[in-house]
């Protein structure tokens, strides 16, 4: 494998199109794009741009294709973020779940309270014979 198909990988691994790695590294339009068509090769002076843009990023693996793509502490740092972005989404997940029950809860008790207004009015007017009276005191949701 050829150092520009190593660093089509890098590139596919960080989701960058050769578009704006031109642009990053200070190529022209549709270089990398013709030198990876014809494999062709790339320079010091272009490998240096790469470094200098992408401190992440082993050169030694570019060259050689030996080690790892991503230097060790760039990539613990990448492996903890990812761990990071999954607790956070199964945290919100979570969180998410116990609000729609929660509201769901809410909406149960409301139904049920207006219920049993409805059947204590009708008491009052069994009791009394004054016409029931109509709650204006009913919690309301901050949402409906």
């Known amino acids: 494998m050829k150092p520009i198909e190593r660093i089509e990988i890098f590139m596919h691994f960080k989701k960058i ?3 704006a790695f031109e642009q990053k590294i200070d190529l022209s339009n549709g270089y990398f794009s013709k030198q990876l068509k014809n494999l062709g090769s790339v320079g010091s002076d272009i490998l240096i741009k790469i470094y200098l843009a ?3 990023l082993d050169i030694l693996w570019i060259l050689t294709g030996e080690g790892q793509m991503l ?3 760039e ?6 973020g990812d761990i990071i972005l999954e607790d956070f989404t199964n945290k919100y ?3 998410n779940k116990k609000l729609k029950k929660l509201e769901n809860d809410f909406d149960k008790l409301q ?3 207006t219920d049993k207004e409805k059947i204590i009015g009708l ?3 069994m009791l009394n014979g004054n ?5 204006s005191s009913v919690v309301k949701r901050m949402d409906a």
């Open 75 to 80: 990539q613990e740092s990448q492996q903890i």
């Open 71 to 73: 230097k060790q502490a």
């Open 123 to 125: 008491y009052e007017f």
């Open 131 to 135: 016409p029931p009276i109509t709650s």
């Open 17 to 19: 199109s050769p578009h």
């Open 93 to 95: 997940t979570s969180e």
């Open 111 to 113: 139904t049920s309270l």
């Open 54 to 56: 992408y401190p992440e």
